[in-house]
């Protein structure tokens, strides 16, 4: 017997109109099978933060040279940016230069 799936939530359906019908209106959005890691460690990026991290040595670290130049010259953006970036690698969200997210 054939089913009919939504591509979004993976619903099944037992007739092609009633799958058409569903996915018009489903308002799952389609989630990313594959999350790219750096090869970076957060944990040594979140300890070069809290302690060198008005230097921009974390931001050095992950290769966000531009960025960390600024940090260094500005004491991290006056200290707001360090936090902000504590913040992020907690929350698992800093990413390195390519975008990926620390391991
Ligand atoms: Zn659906």
């Avoid at 591509?7 to 007739?15: E, P, R, S, V």
């Avoid at 010259?73 to 200290?79: A, D, H, V």
Wanted: charged share 30%.
């Amino acid at each position: 017997m054939t089913s009919w799936k939504c591509d979004k939530c993976g619903k099944k359906f037992d007739t092609k109109k009633e799958a058409e019908k569903h996915e018009k209106t489903c308002k799952t959005e389609k989630k990313e099978h594959i999350t790219i890691r750096s090869i970076k460690d957060k944990w040594v990026a979140l300890i070069l933060a809290l302690l060198v991290g008005w230097l921009g040595i974390h931001r050095f670290y992950v290769g966000k040279i531009g960025t960390g130049i600024v940090y260094f010259f500005t004491s991290g953006l006056f200290f707001m940016g360090v936090i902000v970036d504590v913040i992020l690698i907690l929350t698992d969200s800093f990413t390195d230069k390519s975008g990926a997210f620390l391991k």
